[in-house]
């Protein structure tokens, strides 16, 4: 088995086991359920940790890569507007290629499945081009948040509560498999061409901005659409008797979540082999290696959905069912916490993003310190929740308090440091003046970085690589693309030369940059 993919395994098992460890523990206690639903869930835990780490593997040899490379390209283009209406058919792209979406969608029958689908896809598309336009700006992210919630609660007190909990809901389409690791890679490349170490950071904020075009694109929905006509069906447990009963419940969801996964996928697919004969251009091996990426995608995500809507949601149903009969209704928000602090563990976008933010902040944001925040997060807002349904308080009162705190919270202090003094990933961290790279793309980002800089001379290492060309080719096609297609190499440099040396483990190549501007016209 690939090393890396063992290493995914392993890290999904640690995330996965602990939430099974507290249904074994209910379901021995004060929830007893029968051995059939018991071995289904089982099951679907093996199906949801196979699934986790071939999907976190794919998303980091596909998904990320294809992200960077699109954010980067379209960062050259000169026009603005070409490169907002790009941003905004990206985002509504992969918005309709989100699972999560199509789920929220059959659960919303007052409003047509297309109509849904295609109107939170445009609410995604339009914040993701305010996302760059904010990045390409320096726009203020608490400012714009605040002003974009006040619109949403004045919207919400003139919809039906029907649409009001869904509206809310539909934001967390922003936080899917699909949404976070290509969005997340997408504004690293946007911003990774601009003069400072940290413009690395400016891609944080993105989802978050993303996440607003949803709940809007509900709420106006619910102006439009009768409220009336929602309704909600109840779950409907699969009689198991036999291993032969278990076997077909699986049997029978395969096919159907391969197709689904195999549409979402395929919509990002066609963009990137697009992007790549007109933009990109990338290596035989490259290309290989993204499409084998998007295939351990596609097995991660089948293994994944089945494993959850199989196994994982029939307990999940009988679990709810059961804790709400108890007569100690209040032991619904302590298990609810405990519960949401490791089930957000078991969720794939947030091992992809945790890696990224940890990726992008040199470390200085550790996989480990998000992971625990995030916990912590997920289990105060499932006590809460599990509080709303027992006491009945409105949904507003709740949200408007708690979005009122984080915006102010927000404003208290513009300004950010760190002791960490180069918190770019494109920078080594025990090496200050030097950078790293992995590919052709990274090298083209190196050199944009140091003539942001107005750098003359810096070293790059460059690990891992592996292309058709020699190193001394590449390095020959990077300087020339930075000379020849970008607006800053064209306007501020006169010659670029660059020479590659064999070490153990990388290459080092030293880089020598001649201007015709100086440091003040850059």
């Known amino acids: 088995m690939n090393k890396k993919l063992k290493e995914k395994i392993a890290e999904s098992l640690s995330a996965v ?5 507290i249904v074994l523990i209910l379901c021995v206690t004060i929830t007893p359920m029968t051995p059939a639903l018991l ?26 890569p294809i992200g960077e490379y699109v954010g980067g390209r379209l960062a050259k283009f000169k026009k603005l507007a070409v490169i907002a209406v790009m941003c905004f058919f990206i985002g509504a792209i992969i918005t309709i290629a989100e699972p999560d979406l199509k789920v929220l969608a059959r659960q ?27 990045t390409l700006f320096g726009w203020n992210l608490s400012v714009i948040l605040i002003v974009c919630y006040a619109v949403v609660f004045t919207l919400a007190f003139f919809v039906p509560k029907e649409f009001l909990a869904v509206a809310f809901d539909s934001g967390g389409v922003t936080t899917g498999p699909m949404t976070v690791p290509f969005i997340m890679a997408l504004g690293l490349g946007l911003a990774s061409i601009g003069q400072s170490r940290q413009e690395g ?60 996964v195999a549409m979402a996928l395929l919509p990002i697919l066609l963009f990137f082999l ?50 709400a009969k108890l007569p100690y209704h209040w032991i619904l928000v302590p298990l609810g916490m405990l519960i949401g602090y490791f089930i957000v563990k078991a969720e794939p976008a947030v091992l992809v993003l945790n890696k990224q933010v940890e990726d992008i902040t040199s470390g200085a944001i550790s996989q480990r310190m998000m992971m625990g925040g995030l916990s912590i997060g997920m289990a105060t ?28 919270a927000s404003l208290l202090e513009r300004t950010y440091s760190t002791t960490e003094p180069h918190s770019s990933r494109f920078w080594e961290s025990e090496a200050a003046d030097t950078l790293r790279a992995e590919n052709y793309q990274d090298i083209v980002n190196d050199l944009l970085i140091l003539i942001g800089q107005h750098t003359e001379s810096a070293t790059v290492r460059l690990y891992n690589y592996e292309d058709d060309l020699t190193v001394a080719d590449t390095l020959e ?17 006169e010659y670029i030369t660059a020479s590659s040396r064999a070490q153990r483990g990388y290459y080092e190549i030293s880089i020598q940059i001649s201007y015709r501007r100086t440091a003040e016209q850059i």
Request: net charge negative.
């Open 274 to 323: 697009v992007f790549q004969v007109l933009f990109l251009h990338l290596r035989k091996k490259q290309v290989v290696k993204i499409l084998v990426g998007m295939l351990y995608t596609f097995i991660g995500l089948t293994l994944f959905l089945t494993g959850v809507n199989v196994g994982f949601m029939p307990v999940g149903n009988f679990l709810g069912a059961e804790l």
């Open 477 to 493: 096609q990077a300087t020339t693309e930075i000379q020849q297609e970008t607006s800053m190499g064209a306007y501020a440099v």
């Open 39 to 64: 071995t289904l869930f089982l099951v679907g835990a093996c199906l949801l940790i196979v699934g986790m780490g071939f999907f976190t593997l794919g998303a980091d040899m596909a998904m990320m």
């Open 201 to 260: 950071t400016n891609s944080f904020g993105m989802i978050a901005l993303c996440s607003i075009g949803p709940i809007l694109a509900v709420l106006i929905l619910g102006l439009t659409y009768d409220a009336t006509a929602t309704s909600y069906e109840a779950y409907v447990f699969p009689e198991i008797n036999s291993t032969r009963d278990l076997g077909i419940q699986f049997g029978t969801a395969f096919p159907h979540y391969m197709e689904e």
């Open 381 to 408: 807002s499932v006590g809460l929740s599990m509080l709303r349904v027992l006491t009945g308080l409105p949904l507003l009162a709740i949200l408007l308090p708690l979005c009122l705190l984080t915006g102010c």
């Open 17 to 21: 086991l602990p939430i099974t460890l």
């Open 108 to 134: 919303m029958t007052a409003v047509p499945d297309l109509v849904l689908i295609l109107s939170v896809a445009c609410g995604v598309g339009a914040f993701l081009a305010i996302s760059f336009l904010r």
